[in-house]
């Protein structure tokens, strides 16, 4: 009874807490592709994680509301290019520890069984709850920044509950023999599950590139209000449906979903086409391929590593995505593309597809030896 109250609590608190960074990420996508925020991104994920170890944990969340909050209020309030960019980097440092890392820690940790189905659960309700503070900030900015800022903090002193130490460990030791192995051989399966979420993460930048790139160069007609309702939908019903099926046909066959959603984007966005069908369900598939990541990404490193090392190598995984995804302001810099280059691109896409789909086999298939040991 006690562990369902713990649970419970912390279910309603990641709503608390990261409905409202949804929102905040919603409102503006220049601001979550900018390349400060993209920068915070990335250096935050290893620093979150080593700030999480250190510090209390009510302080550490509380800190990294605040970082968000405030980086966020910067960003909008200051039309000076300096104060602006400080503040995406210094959201992008808040969100590497609470968006990225809080949810899957809480979640791998507290609960037993159910996890894929719980992490699904508690994303899609992140994304649906960010979609109303996502309104409410477009209508009534700063009063909802300050209501958004207050309810995480609440959500971070009254809900969220750090889970004991015991409950990530393995309780048997390998031999220093077998030891040895068994770190060459994670280490090696780790550096393969970079470059599968590097190389997901980069084809989804380039198919959010390729769709700006349409708009401007009316390769495809626009369909009005395509950018949010498709990509929303998408967003709103993935997790959910991705840990469904994670659940039912397993981790693997997860990844293989991921990599076929993006491929659909790629093609959608990619190669001319006179059909707006075609830019509808090329938004509705970058937004499921979007959802889909926070859940597939923390259970596959959980199936690969078990509880005792899953912290580590979460957080060596995870600056893949934030590093794929500065390939957009990047790309968008370039203004020397021309249709035929875009094609080429296109299928060099595709290309880095079908080696991300064997660099996961050949991840996945060591699992027997990790697990062994």
Same mark, same amino acid.
């Given at each position: 009874? $006690?562990?369902?109250?713990?649970?419970?609590?912390?279910? *309603?608190? /990641?709503? +608390? %807490?990261? &409905?409202?960074?949804?929102? #905040?990420?919603?409102?503006?996508?220049?601001?979550?592709?900018?390349?400060?925020?993209?920068?915070?991104?990335?250096?935050?994920?290893?620093?979150?994680?080593?700030?999480?170890?250190?510090?209390?944990?009510?302080?550490?969340?509380?800190?990294?509301?605040?970082?968000?909050?405030?980086?966020?209020?910067?960003?909008?309030?200051?039309?000076?290019?300096?104060?602006?960019?400080?503040?995406?980097?210094?959201?992008?440092?808040?969100?590497?520890?609470?968006?990225?890392?809080?949810?899957?820690?809480? $979640?791998?940790?507290?609960?037993?069984?159910?996890?894929? *189905?719980? /992490?699904? +659960? %508690?994303? &899609?309700?992140?994304?649906? #709850?960010?979609?109303?503070?996502?309104?409410?900030?477009?209508?009534?900015?700063?009063?909802?920044?300050?209501?958004?800022?207050?309810?995480?903090?609440?959500?971070?002193?009254?809900?969220?509950?750090?889970?004991?130490?015991?409950?990530?460990?393995?309780?048997?030791?390998?031999?220093?023999?077998?030891?040895?192995?068994?770190?060459?051989?994670?280490?090696?399966?780790?550096?393969?599950?970079?470059?599968?979420?590097?190389?997901?993460?980069?084809?989804?930048?380039?198919?959010?590139?390729?769709?700006?790139?349409?708009?401007?160069?009316?390769?495809?007609?626009?369909?009005?209000?395509?950018?949010?309702?498709?990509?929303?939908?998408?967003?709103?019903?993935?997790?959910?449906?991705?840990?469904?099926?994670?659940?039912?046909?397993?981790?693997?066959?997860?990844?293989?979903?991921?990599?076929?959603?993006?491929?659909?984007?790629?093609?959608?966005?990619?190669?001319?086409?006179?059909?707006?069908?075609?830019?509808?369900?090329?938004?509705?598939?970058?937004?499921?391929?979007?959802?889909?990541?926070?859940?597939?990404?923390?259970?596959?490193?959980?199936?690969?590593?078990?509880?005792?090392?899953?912290?580590?190598?979460?957080?060596?995984?995870?600056?893949?995505?934030?590093?794929?995804?500065?390939?957009?302001?990047?790309?968008?810099?370039?203004?020397?593309?021309?249709?035929?280059?875009?094609?080429?691109?296109?299928?060099?896409?595709?290309?880095?597809?079908?080696?991300?789909?064997?660099?996961?086999?050949?991840?996945?298939?060591?699992?027997?030896?990790?697990?062994?040991?």
């Amino acid at each position: 009874m $006690i562990r369902f109250f713990y649970l419970t609590r912390n279910i *309603l608190g /990641l709503l +608390l %807490v990261i &409905s409202p960074l949804a929102g #905040f990420l919603c409102i503006d996508y220049s601001f979550v592709l900018s390349m400060g925020f993209l920068c915070g991104l990335t250096v935050g994920v290893p620093l979150a994680l080593r700030c999480y170890d250190l510090l209390p944990f009510r302080l550490w969340t509380g800190l990294y509301v605040l970082f968000c909050c405030g980086g966020f209020f910067l960003y909008i309030s200051e039309e000076n290019r300096l104060p602006a960019l400080l503040g995406s980097l210094l959201a992008g440092l808040g969100y590497g520890g609470l968006a990225l890392i809080l949810p899957a820690n809480l $979640i791998i940790s507290w609960f037993r069984f159910s996890k894929t *189905l719980l /992490l699904g +659960l %508690v994303w &899609s309700g992140i994304f649906a #709850f960010g979609l109303l503070w996502k309104i409410l900030l477009e209508r009534i900015t700063y009063p909802a920044l300050l209501s958004g800022a207050s309810l995480m903090l609440f959500g971070v002193l009254f809900f969220l509950e750090r889970p004991p130490r015991f409950l990530l460990q393995n309780g048997s030791q390998p031999s220093p023999a077998s030891g040895r192995r068994l770190c060459r051989f994670r280490s090696r399966s780790a550096r393969k599950v970079f470059f599968y979420a590097l190389i997901i993460s980069f084809t989804m930048s380039f198919g959010l590139f390729l769709a700006q790139y349409d708009a401007q160069s009316e390769r495809l007609p626009a369909v009005s209000g395509a950018e949010s309702v498709f990509l929303f939908g998408g967003l709103l019903i993935a997790p959910l449906l991705s840990g469904l099926f994670i659940n039912r046909k397993g981790v693997y066959s997860g990844c293989v979903l991921l990599i076929f959603l993006t491929e659909v984007t790629i093609m959608c966005f990619g190669f001319e086409n006179g059909a707006p069908l075609f830019l509808r369900i090329g938004y509705t598939a970058v937004g499921a391929a979007l959802g889909m990541l926070p859940v597939l990404l923390p259970i596959l490193v959980y199936y690969l590593y078990g509880p005792s090392e899953f912290n580590e190598r979460f957080a060596q995984v995870l600056p893949a995505i934030p590093a794929g995804l500065s390939a957009v302001p990047l790309l968008t810099l370039t203004q020397f593309f021309d249709p035929l280059t875009v094609n080429y691109l296109t299928f060099a896409a595709m290309f880095l597809l079908m080696i991300s789909f064997f660099i996961i086999f050949s991840a996945w298939k060591h699992r027997f030896i990790l697990l062994k040991h």
